[in-house]
T-cell receptor, first 115, second 107 residues
Framework: NAGVTQTPKFQVLKTGQSMTLQCAQDMNHEYMSWYRQDPGMGLRLIHYSVGAGITDQGEVPNGYNVSRSTTEDFPLRLLSAAPSQTSVYFC??????????????FGEGSRLTVL | KDQVFQPSTVASSEGAVVEIFCNHSVSNAYNFFWYLHFPGCAPRLLVKGSKPSQQGRYNMTYERFSSSLLILQVREADAAVYYCAGDDCYNTDKLIFGTGTRLQVFP
């Protein structure tokens, strides 16, 4: 799993419910990110973090919150799920501990369905 | 808006050389990255760089704003989605991905 573990792998929510997608890495790397994958849209960056206590928005941040209290964990929160958030979510880290390299190691994804 | 463009589908016969083209409008991007994604699995990097390069059966061509991924002796097992991406050298924390190319391989 390239040192990136995502849970849960599958989740069904009703509109308006909240949930957190968990992501953990065991490589002590500073950079972590969340992408969503949708047919015809590719991989789009939601939020990313370059270290504990530091987060920033990506291309499609609306409807999602993140925090980075530790280097290991980077949870993605949906406060009020909407059908438009039905997607496959990928967490990723860069290949080097403290530098962006372009080589991302992805988790295996979390498939979320919002009814 | 910074964007990366690639065809939605490419079809090939088994054993052929298949080419997937990519170009971008990211003014500060100098590197291309090609990722392979099988549904249900994690996407993984195939080849990258700011010059032509090769990794096994995967060749990457390079021009300033375009790149092609060439897969030699393509197999049915290569059927997957291939993503092209570029990075912004002024914000290397962000990779900009294309919409993905679904490769179909016919026997």
């Amino acid at each position: 799993n390239a040192g990136v573990t995502q849970t849960p792998k599958f989740q069904v929510l009703k509109t308006g419910q909240s949930m957190t997608l968990q992501c953990a890495q065991d490589m002590n790397h500073e950079y972590m990110s969340w992408y969503r994958q949708d047919p015809g849209m590719g991989l789009r960056l939601i939020h990313y973090s370059v270290g504990a206590g530091i987060t920033d928005q990506g291309e499609v941040p609306n409807g999602y919150n993140v925090s980075r209290s530790t280097t290991e964990d980077f949870p993605l929160r949906l406060l009020s799920a909407a059908p438009s958030q039905t997607s496959v979510y990928f967490c990723a880290r860069f290949s080097l501990p403290r530098r962006s390299t372009g080589e991302l190691f992805f988790g295996e994804g979390s498939r979320l369905t919002v009814l | 808006k910074d964007q990366v463009f690639q065809p939605s589908t490419v079809a090939s016969s088994e054993g052929a050389v298949v080419e997937i083209f990519c170009n971008h409008s990211v003014s500060n991007a100098y590197n291309f990255f090609w990722y392979l994604h099988f549904p249900g699995c994690a996407p993984r990097l195939l080849v990258k760089g700011s010059k032509p390069s090769q990794q096994g059966r995967y060749n990457m061509t390079y021009e300033r704003f375009s790149s092609s991924l060439l897969i030699l002796q393509v197999r049915e097992a290569d059927a997957a989605v291939y993503y092209c991406a570029g990075d912004d050298c002024y914000n290397t924390d962000k990779l900009i991905f294309g919409t993905g190319t679904r490769l179909q391989v016919f026997p």
